[in-house]
């Protein structure tokens, strides 16, 4: 199967700012599409995407020269090359773009084109996408990550900790998974109204709270699970993404609503205190992106009883992520298709934390599209656990029911390991999961 076209166009993301659309077009006529995503917290080592800088235009967002790069330098590029083979498409991508970041052409332009390609190639042999990606290999539902409080650069630093989340360690089903979440979801809701402490939705769909402390969050978190009528721990944790990148300046971690500084040692054990006191099964970057020696310090105080996800550390990247396995800071990591930049990439950063038995974590972006295809990247590479941010918002929602869908399609083959997962890493689990 041949590639006879390629196209771009800018559309717009979950936040109302300009994004890429590629558009994939086989000799038989068969199209795939790939819109891309765009983080608000994101890492220094992240593949950078293109925009104009135009101040006159979008505030300086628009993405017409990553579209132009599309049209006039990738499209005659793979003008006929074999779509079904993902991994010397991409090599072709990278090498025309010729740059560690992926600067020149724009992450944002290469990784359209590498979705929509692996759409397309899909659509061509008449398969699922999950099915495509996975080699039919892929049946395990993941386990939602649903973030219930946004805080950090998704709700304006209204409270420091930018993600709290809530995940049905309990659920035996995804369904069911997913009938939990709503009831704390619902239930959060309705004790942020009674409390006078509900501002709004944050970047990802979750509550935009009014608390004072970010301890207060947790411990409304936990009310929550309670009033929907779960056990805290035992039938609903909590996940906390710190996202400490964005707290770090000049040594000193700082709670900006809180007015205290920490540096990393009395940072890791507030946090290692934490996960003593609340009913939490991961933490993701407790540390910041190059606190390497912090995140040695959170590995060693929180031993093995939370998933420590690395995200800002990693990006994505299999030189980072392998730097990590050997130095033992993580037990798991974030992937996050934008952030390297290819689906081929992508891949091998899961397939490289499977190998080291980690958990990898496939997730969204704040500022996201009505794309599913993490959807079904989490079924292809059997990860078990995805983060796409609430349970409202469509671009949010679309991901949910695209599983739901999925799993009629797997039918009998369906499977759901749900909390069980962290088994594979949690050695003294806290949590009775």
Known sequence: MKIRAIDAFQIYDSRGNPTIEAVVTLDSGVCGHGLVPSGASTGRNEALELRDGDPDRFGGRSVFRAIENVRREIAPALSGHDVTD?????????DLDGTQNKSRLGANAILAVSMAAARAAAAGMEKSLFNYLGNGRGTVLPLPEIQLFGGGRHAN???DVQDFMIVAVGAETYEQSLEMTFDVFHAAGELLKKWGKLSGVADEGGYWPAFESNEEAIEAAIGAIVAAGYEPGREVALSLDIAASELYRDGQYRFGVEGRSFSSESFAELLSSWVDRYPIISIEDPMAEEDWEGWALVRKLFGDRVQLIGDDLFTTNLQRIQKGVELGVANAVLIKLNQIGTVTETLEAIQATQRAGWLPVISA???????????????ATNAGQLKVGSFCRGERTAKWNELLRIQRELGSRAQFSGGRIYGQILKTPKLKV
């Open 86 to 94: 993902q991994p010397s498409l991409d090599r072709r991508l990278m």
């Open 157 to 159: 630093g209204r409270v």
């Open 365 to 379: 972006r704040s500022g996201e599209t009505e794309d599913t295809f993490i959807a079904h990247l989490a079924v």
